[in-house]
C-alpha cells in the first residue's frame, strides 16, 4: 500500500507563492511517476503536472497543463522520497483543493488523464485571495 500525504497548502495574496510537498510512505522502484492534480469548488478534477519516477535513471521528465506553464515547477526528491510542486505568480484562479497521485504502471491514456493513477492523497487547500 502506498500512502501520499500533501502539505503546504494556505492562503496567499495574488502574485504570491507557495510551496507543495507531498510525501510517499512506500519505497517501490515500480513507479512510474507522481501528479499534481486540483479541483475547484463545483469543478473536476483537473491535471495540473506530473515527473517521471525511475529508481535506475535520473532522468526527470515533465508536463505542465497549459494555465500553469511558466508559474508552476514540479520536481522530486528521490532520497527524500518526496515530491514538490513550487507555485508562482499565483492567481485566484489557482484556488483549489491539490492532491498528490502516484502512477505504478504504464497505463494506456495521457499522463494528464486521473485514470492512469493508483493512489492519491487527502488534498491541501490553496486559496488565492484578490
Known amino acids: 500500500q502506498v500512502q501520499l500525504v500533501e502539505s503546504g497548502g494556505g492562503l496567499v495574496q495574488a502574485g504570491g507563492s507557495l510551496r507543495l510537498s507531498c510525501a510517499v510512505s512506500?519505497?517501490?522502484?515500480?513507479?512510474?511517476?507522481m501528479g499534481w492534480f486540483r479541483q475547484a469548488p463545483g469543478k473536476e478534477r483537473e491535471f495540473v503536472a506530473t515527473i517521471t519516477w525511475s529508481d535506475s535513471s535520473a532522468y526527470a521528465g515533465s508536463a505542465y497543463a497549459d494555465s500553469v506553464k511558466g508559474r508552476f515547477a514540479i520536481s522530486r526528491d528521490k532520497f527524500k522520497n518526496q515530491v514538490y510542486l513550487q507555485m508562482n505568480s499565483l492567481k485566484p484562479e489557482d484556488t483549489a483543493v491539490y492532491y498528490c497521485a502516484a502512477q505504478m504502471s504504464v497505463r494506456p491514456g495521457p499522463v494528464s488523464s486521473a485514470n492512469v493513477y493508483d493512489y492519491w492523497g487527502q488534498g491541501t487547500q490553496v486559496t488565492v485571495s484578490s
Open positions: 512506500a519505497r517501490t522502484s515500480s513507479r512510474v511517476a
